[in-house]
T-cell receptor, first 112, second 111 residues
Framework: GESVGLHLPTLSVQEGDNSIINCAYS??????FIWYKQESGKGPQFIID?????DKRQGQRVTVLLNKTVKHLSLQIAATQPGDSAVYFC???????????FGAGTTVTVRA | DGGITQSPKYLFRKEGQNVTLSCEQN?????MYWYRQDPGQGLRLIYY???????QKGDIAEGYSVSREKKESFPLTVTSAQKNPTAFYLC??????????FGPGTRLLVL
């Protein structure tokens, strides 16, 4: 079946640097993409989303980029802080059935 | 204070016992969902409900049951048929086809 996955399971970042978390998807019917942050023992927290008719969307300290040609999604976090340490998931919603498909996640660790 | 609540935070199940996890939302969302998360894994869909009095099986529905009698509530029962119930259970709600918002989760442990 088609699925959403992340390129790297772990990412270590120096505090103050920018982080880039990548995600590849294979379902060309996906219409909507979401990034979530999950801290240990808590539920996923919505960060930012993007529709398939957009290439880029910015939030507070975060930017999501969508490259439909190569089916690639990325989350950029500016000036990474210790509170950004968490597991980050990308998820997609398929245009056909609107069910959310998750990748396994990337664990981001921020070094002081 | 709007959001999704789940209770209890921790739940212990004895052999052969059915247990029910609560999920309530006051976001006025039509759709609600239950996911299971195992250590180091992504989320897998158990059941979802697009609207009151309707629900559909997800990818791993065996050993689970749900009901959707009220818009605000979507309880999940883990039955004795679920042989490996130890996991972190997450409830979510959304406008259908839009971003899903998650509750804080219930951790189920087997005694």
């Amino acid at each position: 079946g088609e699925s959403v996955g992340l390129h790297l399971p772990t990412l270590s970042v120096q505090e103050g640097d920018n982080s880039i978390i990548n995600c590849a998807y294979s379902n060309s019917a996906s219409d909507y993409f979401i990034w979530y942050k999950q801290e240990s023992g808590k539920g996923p927290q919505f960060i930012i989303d993007i529709r398939s008719n957009m290439d880029k969307r910015q939030g507070q300290r975060v930017t999501v980029l969508l490259n439909k040609t190569v089916k690639h999604l990325s989350l950029q976090i500016a000036a990474t802080q210790p509170g950004d340490s968490a597991v980050y998931f990308c998820a997609e919603i398929s245009r056909g059935d609107y069910k959310l498909s998750f990748g396994a996640g990337t664990t981001v660790t921020v070094r002081a | 204070d709007g959001g999704i609540t789940q209770s209890p935070k921790y739940l212990f199940r004895k052999e052969g016992q059915n247990v029910t996890l609560s999920c309530e939302q006051n976001l006025n969302h039509d759709a609600m969902y239950w996911y299971r998360q195992d250590p180091g894994q992504g989320l897998r869909l158990i059941y979802y409900s697009q609207i009151v009095n309707d629900f559909q099986k997800g990818d791993i529905a065996e050993g689970y049951s749900v009901s959707r009698e009220k818009k605000e509530s979507f309880p999940l029962t883990v039955t004795s048929a679920q042989k490996n119930p130890t996991a972190f259970y997450l409830c979510a709600s959304s406008i259908w086809g839009e971003t899903q918002y998650f509750g804080p989760g219930t951790r189920l442990l087997v005694l």
